[in-house]
């Protein structure tokens, strides 16, 4: 089984013969961007300790499945792919002498996965990212336990590799390289030495991360058990602590032109459907200082767009102390202003905001600068008054749509995303009729749905009143077939538009299209651009920008030539 597929052209990957000495390690990580950051950490800490990468599971003295446990299909996702690198081990004539589950699965059920899965040697939970050292082997004290428990205090500190885990280290192109020939903007200052890119060295940033201070509202959570995890068989009772820095080593797993930076960790917010405090701790921030040194160094390496993500953005900064200067606190709008004008810097955009801190500031930070992303993915979660309030997330429809109206208002043809739950305890037709409603008046430009999951350890799993499942999946199918007819009238308004596009390679259903994406999409969540002429190329390079007209429009993706 091959552990990856998006090797780049003219990356850095690993030797093919493995040295002497040095194990070879393969990655699977499952989940979200933010998993896929830490996925990349540990890759980082291996590699520096002088593990090597393989894309390949068969060859592979180490194997490490990074979980998700977010909601019933991530769990079951997650432990099919832990039996299946077992057979690795066991069945399939593999090399694989360990096996090391990782992440959110780990947080909730490391006893069960000791008692249940035996083959596996170690795990690693989300705060842990430090321990994968000694999970693999690596510096690790001596043992007569068969399987080892990492915890925090033992810690100084879709699909394979999203079902598709490689290990690029995004050098920069050579210096006359196709990607770079096209840039026009590309400026000698953004170029790391050939030297360093051709040592094989995992790229290292600057500062450390300096310690934040708990939101308010996230030690009134605390206060009032948000966070508990005693009923959890085996969770460690100190919750994750760790928020890598811009000094931590990472092997970026994204093509080459795009990457992930996670400007915070956990959440203080008190949603009844979700358990990510749990498993992630506290709200925290990064330095501003930091997430901007991170930044120069991925776009010295050929990095064009940058995707900030946390939990929730929006709060980035409100755990950090004030500046010495002003007396203020970071913002996410300060982030943005920081970051926007670095020289080399195409894309810029952020994931997820929260609907009560959409401020003006933020909408005018955005507006103002050409890089940012006019995009806003702001998951409301339902639009009855009801159900949010059983949520306990607060809200109406209404109030949503004057949010909505204000960002539209304030930021020209702004792209809207969000995503909503149905069929959550305690949702009647009625209230599902108004969310419907609510979707039609509001004409969201993407959209995601998901079956309401009961996930014991959230508040809502004590509920009463809960949705048969076959009543919410036709709530589903019946939300997204109307969602389906708004995005094929906004699509039809695209044709004719001319736009640049990131071009990313050959489609991934036909080798007759190549495919991209413009700035109104974000990277493996929304649609995208289909090329089918190349205009005055010959070739395309994937990861390079193009000018290009879109001529077709389909449900959610669009048909491009290329222009220049």
């Given at each position: 089984?091959?552990?990856?597929?998006?090797?780049?052209?003219?990356?850095?990957?690993?030797?093919?013969?493995?040295?002497?000495?040095?194990?070879?390690?393969?990655?699977?990580?499952?989940?979200?961007?933010?998993?896929?950051?830490?996925?990349?950490?540990?890759?980082?800490?291996?590699?520096?300790?002088?593990?090597?990468?393989?894309?390949?599971?068969?060859?592979?003295?180490?194997?490490?499945?990074?979980?998700?446990?977010?909601?019933?299909?991530?769990?079951?996702?997650s432990v099919d792919t832990i039996l299946e690198m077992v057979q690795h081990k066991i069945a399939n004539g593999g090399r694989a002498q360990r096996l090391i589950?990782?992440?959110?699965?780990?947080?909730?059920?490391?006893?069960?996965?000791?008692?249940?899965?035996?083959?596996?040697?170690?795990?690693?939970?989300?705060?842990?990212?430090?321990?994968?050292?000694?999970?693999?082997?690596?510096?690790?004290?001596?043992?007569?336990?068969?399987?080892?428990?990492?915890?925090?205090a033992q810690s100084?500190?879709?699909?394979?590799?999203?079902?598709?885990?490689?290990?690029?280290?995004?050098?920069?192109?050579?210096?006359?390289?196709?990607?770079?020939?096209?840039?026009?903007?590309?400026?000698?200052?953004?170029?790391?030495?050939?030297?360093?890119?051709?040592?094989?060295?995992?790229?290292?940033?600057?500062?450390?991360a300096a310690p934040s201070h708990s939101r308010p509202e996230g030690d009134l959570r605390e206060q009032q058990g948000r966070f508990s995890r005693d009923t959890w068989d085996g969770a460690t009772a100190t919750l994750p602590t760790y928020l890598y820095s811009d000094e931590t080593p990472r092997i970026l797993t994204t093509p080459r032109s795009s990457a992930y930076i996670k400007i915070a960790e956990g959440c203080d917010h008190p949603c009844s459907f979700c358990i990510i405090p749990q498993l992630r701790g506290k709200f925290r921030s990064r330095p501003l200082s930091s997430i901007v040194a991170e930044a120069k160094s991925l776009i010295a390496q050929g990095v064009r767009e940058i995707t900030l993500i946390g939990q929730d953005t929006t709060c980035y900064g409100e755990d950090l102390l004030p500046d010495t200067t002003t007396g203020k606190r970071p913002e996410l709008a300060d982030l943005l202003d920081a970051l926007a004008p670095l020289e080399g810097l195409k894309w810029l955009r952020f994931l997820y905001a929260y609907p009560n801190k959409i401020?003006?500031?933020?909408?005018?930070?955005?507006?103002?600068?050409?890089?940012?992303a006019k995009y806003l993915d702001v998951p409301l979660q339902h639009a009855s008054a009801n159900v949010l309030r059983r949520m306990k997330r607060g809200g109406t429809g209404d109030r949503f749509l004057q949010i909505i109206a204000a960002a539209r208002k304030a930021i020209p043809n702004l792209v809207l995303r969000t995503s909503f739950i149905v069929g959550f305890p305690g949702e009647t037709e009625q209230d599902f009729e108004e969310l419907c409603a609510f979707v039609e008046a509001a004409k969201i430009d993407w959209l995601g749905v998901f079956s309401y999951s009961d996930e014991e350890g959230a508040g809502a799993f004590s509920l009463d009143e809960k949705v048969p499942k076959r009543t919410i999946e036709a709530r589903r199918r019946?939300?997204?077939?109307?969602?389906?007819?708004?995005?094929?009238?906004?699509?039809?308004?695209?044709?004719?538009?001319?736009?640049?596009?990131?071009?990313?390679?050959?489609?991934?259903?036909?080798?007759?299209?190549?495919?991209?994406?413009?700035?109104?999409?974000?990277?493996?969540?929304?649609?995208?651009?289909?090329?089918?002429d190349f205009g005055p190329h010959e070739e395309l390079v994937p990861g390079t920008f193009y000018r290009a007209q879109i001529t077709e429009s389909h449900d959610y993706d669009v048909v491009a030539r290329i222009l220049d």
């Open positions: 089984m091959s552990l990856s597929s998006t090797l780049e052209d003219g990356a850095a990957p690993e030797t093919q013969s493995p040295e002497p000495n040095r194990p070879t390690v393969g990655f699977v990580s499952l989940g979200c961007p933010k998993n896929l950051v830490d996925s990349e950490v540990m890759m980082g800490l291996l590699h520096r300790g002088g593990a090597q990468l393989t894309p390949h599971a068969e060859d592979a003295d180490i194997l490490v499945v990074n979980t998700c446990s977010f909601i019933d299909s991530a769990k079951q996702e589950v990782a992440g959110c699965l780990v947080e909730r059920y490391r006893d069960e996965i000791r008692a249940n899965i035996p083959e596996v040697d170690a795990v690693v939970g989300t705060g842990e990212l430090e321990a994968i050292l000694e999970a693999a082997g690596l510096n690790r004290p001596a043992t007569n336990s068969p399987f080892q428990i990492l915890t925090t100084d500190a879709v699909q394979i590799a999203r079902h598709a885990s490689s290990v690029n280290q995004h050098s920069r192109p050579e210096s006359d390289g196709p990607q770079l020939q096209h840039e026009v903007h590309t400026h000698s200052n953004s170029v790391i030495s050939t030297a360093a890119q051709r040592s094989g060295d995992t790229p290292v940033f600057g500062t450390p401020t003006p500031r933020l909408l005018q930070t955005i507006a103002r600068h050409d890089t940012i019946k939300l997204m077939k109307l969602q389906q007819k708004i995005s094929k009238r906004a699509r039809k308004q695209w044709i004719g538009r001319e736009l640049d596009i990131l071009v990313e390679g050959e489609s991934e259903e036909t080798d007759l299209l190549w495919q991209g994406r413009s700035l109104d999409q974000a990277p493996e969540i929304d649609g995208k651009v289909l090329i089918n």
